[in-house]
T-cell receptor, first 114, second 118 residues
Framework: DAGITQSPRHKVTETGTPVTLRCHQT?????MYWYRQDPGHGLRLIHY???????DKGEVSDGYSVSRSKTEDFLLTLESATSSQTSVYFC?????????????FGQGTRLTVV | AQTVTQSQPEMSVQEAETVTLSCTYD???????LFWYKQPPSRQMILVIR??????QNATENRFSVNFQKAAKSFSLKISDSQLGDAAMYFC???????????????FGQGTILTVHP
């Protein structure tokens, strides 16, 4: 299994509070991604990183920020959580290369905003 | 932007039978990759099969095979000899070929829940 760990695995938080999710990898892969999974929408890209301190927005980035200060960690922050951000969040990593360099996913974080 | 559509929210199959999951996509690119991922109740995302758009031959992986119709922008997954362990959510996904600013981002369909009846 790819060395990718998400923390926490589950979290319940109140509306308006800040929340940070962590993705940690031991594979030294260049690319890291944050997706959210919602019924009827599949997985949608929030933010991604193509190197240390190199990040960009994905399809559903409003209300989220990210940071990558070192290769192994990619943090996703909800500055002020809202109920619409209740979701399952997945981190993924990928190495350089072609089609055979597949993306590996973490176990997901279930976030509930009440 | 690319879009991926899975029009079957749920499918069911009898154990040992064959089932086909549908996926269509929209893109203006000529070179790309397509994937099927399996997500069992554990939530783990598992790559089932991949297809390179420039390859005419359909990919196969044991009991899993695809029917890739590039002109129709269709990418269906066929599961033969279905097993109870095949029960899961299945996602179709698209990825632009490496290079430029694609950075390996995946675009997913909505998912299809597959139930396998004993």
């Amino acid at each position: 299994d790819a060395g990718i760990t998400q923390s926490p695995r589950h979290k319940v938080t109140e509306t308006g509070t800040p929340v940070t999710l962590r993705c940690h990898q031991t594979e030294n892969h260049r690319y890291m991604y944050w997706y959210r999974q919602d019924p009827g929408h599949g997985l949608r890209l929030i933010h991604y990183s193509y190197g240390v301190k190199d990040t960009d927005k994905g399809e559903v980035s409003d209300g989220y920020s990210v940071s990558r200060s070192k290769t192994e960690d990619f943090l996703l922050t909800l500055e002020s959580a809202t109920s619409s951000q209740t979701s399952v969040y997945f981190c993924a990593i990928r190495d350089r290369g072609g089609v055979n360099t597949e993306a590996f996913f973490g176990q997901g974080t279930r976030l509930t905003v009440v | 932007a690319q879009t991926v559509t899975q029009s079957q929210p749920e499918m069911s199959v009898q154990e040992a039978e064959t089932v086909t999951l549908s996926c269509t996509y929209d893109t203006s690119e000529s070179d790309y990759y397509l994937f099927w991922y399996k997500q069992p109740p554990s939530r783990q995302m598992i790559l089932v099969i991949r297809q390179e758009a420039y390859k005419q031959q359909n990919a196969t992986e044991n009991r899993f095979s695809v029917n890739f119709q590039k002109a129709a922008k269709s990418f269906s997954l066929k599961i033969s000899d279905s097993q109870l362990g095949d029960a899961a959510m299945y996602f179709c996904a698209y990825r632009t070929r490496p290079g430029g600013t694609s950075y390996g981002k995946l675009t997913f369909g909505q998912g299809t829940i597959l139930t396998v009846h004993p």
